[in-house]
């Protein structure tokens, strides 16, 4: 009869280089992202109309001031784990936060299975990696992709709405900087594998050359600084263009891959609503991890918890584009299913409407960037 090892290993074919050793400590950082573009690197200019729409989505980024929630409380029986509160950094850190997660999850006592609340990417890292660490798994969630929040994320690979600036302290520098680091070597296994994840160019214009913030003196070591390409003849309306290699996750591919490989490495994936605190004490489980999100604040009254409504315009897919772009509050992505136009940050707003002023905004927007026939610029 296999060993519980050679079933981890043998479940899935990632297990080799995703499973295999990794829970080793991190004694340094990986090397960083080539600084240099792709000598044939070209900017392609999509094609912007409006008529060709062919998607509106919406979604609620769950925010605290204070930033993720990472600690244990007693209900009853039950240890409850709360592993929530990642604003727009969710699919950035869940990786990371996951590890810290777990590593709380496994010191509570008893060594049974172990209950993880949530459907997204948060909730799906940390049900791998306790599974990873030899504990049978139960997921329940209200919602599994392709219906939850985690589907609607943009997803290039950068920390954003984390943490209040008042907030932010060394020690919790330090641990942001660790699960980083984690979620970013995790990640970076994926490329090439059919998760959805790649390396591309990300272009940042502005007037000038951006001085360096908070989130990037958290990544100094992950990703190089923006290589100036002011001078390249870019298609932008732009004094400045930067460009760097950064990660993007194409999110409806990664959720269904990863909830493939949770099955088949044998962990239940339960659709259930739970509505208060004592249905979760009730659970086989003893151990029980919430990464429940947004959905936090009703079910365990957490008035920390701020929604920041997001929205994104899908236009159809264009294979020529392979870049990420950002300009001030706006950006682009491409992914399989198509081009993602977005730039909405509605702190506080817990509605669901699409809002069509703001896509006209982002549209004008983006046409001045391409200097497009009929903006201001063309």
């Not at 030899?134 to 290039?156: I, N, Q």
Request: hydrophobic fraction near 45%; proline fraction near 8%.
């Amino acid at each position: 009869m296999p060993s519980r090892r050679q079933f981890l290993l043998g479940s899935t074919a990632l297990a080799g280089s995703v499973l295999a050793g990794a829970w080793r400590p991190v004694a340094s950082a990986p090397t960083p992202e080539g600084s240099v573009l792709p000598a044939d690197f070209t900017v392609a200019v999509p094609d912007l109309a409006p008529e060709r729409i062919v998607r509106r989505l919406v979604g609620l980024r769950p925010f605290r001031p204070m930033g993720v929630r990472l600690e244990a409380e007693a209900i009853g029986r039950t240890t409850l784990i709360h592993h929530y509160g990642h604003g727009g950094s969710g699919v950035t850190l869940s990786w990371g936060t996951a590890r810290q997660a777990v590593d709380l999850a496994l010191a509570a006592p008893g060594r049974g299975p172990v209950a993880v609340l949530g459907g997204g990417a948060v909730g799906l890292a940390t049900a791998w990696l306790l599974r990873e660490r030899g504990r049978p798994v139960r997921l329940y969630a209200e919602r599994f992709s392709p219906h939850t929040t985690s589907d609607v994320a943009a997803a290039r690979w950068f920390p954003s709405q984390l943490v209040d600036a008042g907030f932010r302290t060394p020690e919790l520098e330090d641990r942001l900087r660790e699960a980083l680091l984690f979620s970013h070597q995790r990640f970076r296994r994926l490329i090439g594998r059919g998760y959805g994840v790649a390396v591309l160019p990300h272009l940042r214009l502005g007037s000038q050359a951006p001085t360096s913030g908070w989130a990037d003196a958290l990544l100094a070591d992950l990703i190089p600084p923006l290589q100036d390409l002011s001078d390249r003849g870019l298609p932008f309306q732009a004094a400045w263009v930067g460009a760097a290699p950064g990660m993007l996750i194409d999110m409806p591919v990664y959720l269904r891959a990863i909830q493939r490989d949770l099955r088949r490495l044998g962990v239940e994936l339960v659709q259930r609503r739970f509505e208060a605190p004592g249905e979760i004490a009730v659970l086989p489980e003893t151990v029980v991890v919430n990464c429940t999100g947004l959905g936090s604040a009703a079910l365990f009254g957490d008035t920390d918890l701020v929604p920041i409504k997001g929205q994104l315009t899908m236009l159809p897919p264009d294979p020529r584009l392979r870049y990420t772009l950002s300009a001030g509050s706006l950006y682009l992505h491409p992914r399989s299913e198509g081009i993602l136009l977005g730039g909405t940050y509605d702190h506080g707003d817990d509605t669901t409407t699409f809002d069509a002023a703001a896509e006209t905004r982002i549209f004008e927007g983006f046409a001045e960037l391409y200097a497009l026939p009929g903006s201001a610029q063309g």
